[in-house]
């Protein structure tokens, strides 16, 4: 492994802080996502013993989509953390098997067949190989430090 990548395993995050940070950020993305469907659906009738029906409806599809999406990250991140730090590789390999068990444990569990958990698990795990084989990150590490200062002196004028 590329002494730069150790570095990259030596983060502050653990693997459970990452997994865990990965899963509030589904958890938060998942909510607004089902906010923004529930406002697309019509408002339930009105019923008798039912107060406020609109916001029961939009309360449970925002929990739901939610958690589905705090579920596919946290076992995404986790099974991804996980084979990292057993292969010692960072490349695409733990990110598609992080998107297969994801897509294929979670979404295939909800769909309550072996055919959507497959196909589930091939999406998640096609999406992933393309974005980590196409080097697409939000860190690059050129070897570089930057200062908000400059660090050489700068020529005397009086000389």
């Not at 029961?56 to 990250?73: D, P, Y």
């Not at 292969?87 to 390999?93: G, L, S, T, V």
């Amino acid at each position: 492994m590329d002494p730069s990548e150790l570095g990259y395993l030596e983060d502050e995050d653990s693997s459970m802080m990452k997994t865990i940070k990965g899963a509030t950020s589904g958890l938060v993305a998942g909510t607004i996502w089902g906010t923004i469907v529930a406002t697309w659906h019509d408002v339930p009738r009105v019923e008798r013993r039912v107060a406020l029906p609109g916001l029961i409806r939009t309360l449970k599809m925002m929990g739901n989509h939610g958690l589905t999406f705090a579920a596919v990250s946290g076992v995404y991140i986790g099974v991804d953390q996980l084979l990292q730090n057993y292969r010692m590789k960072r490349d695409f390999i733990n990110g598609a098997v992080g998107g297969f068990v994801a897509g294929a444990s979670v979404l295939g569990y909800k769909g309550r067949s072996i055919s959507t958990a497959l196909s589930a698990g091939a999406a998640l795990a096609v999406t992933s190989m393309l974005i980590d084989a196409g080097g697409q990150t939000t860190r690059i590490d050129n070897g570089k430090e930057y200062y908000p200062y400059t660090t050489k002196k700068r020529p005397n004028v009086n000389n």
